[in-house]
């Protein structure tokens, strides 16, 4: 079993930065991907970044160019860094990860909020 804790979430003028963190933890795992999705009111989750063990990326159409994800492999963590922060931004954004076993596991969201 995995349990994946976020961090970072707040309140950030638009055009500001934010990093989020997400923090892996558990026994007798080992994980493939990490990565990030989120989801606005009325919409659908979609991707944000994700990132393999062994450090290829692929990011979303909508953050491309504005945020890097990162992760510490030795501790299981991984960073979403966004700048130039936009109003259509906003979200709940959700810390994923893939194990090798094939399991999925997901944080329970940090809220994202970018004013105007």
């Known amino acids: 079993q995995v349990q994946l804790v976020e961090s970072g979430g707040g309140l950030v003028q638009s055009g500001g930065s934010l990093r989020l963190s997400c923090a892996a933890s558990?026994?007798?795992?080992?994980?493939?991907?990490m990565g990030w999705h989120r989801q606005a009111p009325g919409k659908q989750r979609e991707l944000v970044a994700v990132i393999s063990s062994g450090g290829i990326t692929n990011y979303g159409d909508s953050v491309q160019g504005r945020s890097t994800i990162f992760r510490n492999n030795t501790k299981n963590t991984v960073y979403l860094q966004m700048n130039s922060l936009k109003s259509e931004d906003t979200a709940v954004y959700y810390c994923c990860a893939e194990a090798y076993s094939g399991f999925n596991y997901w944080g329970q969201g940090t809220q994202v909020t970018v004013s105007s």
């Open positions: 558990g026994s007798g795992f080992s994980i493939r991907h």
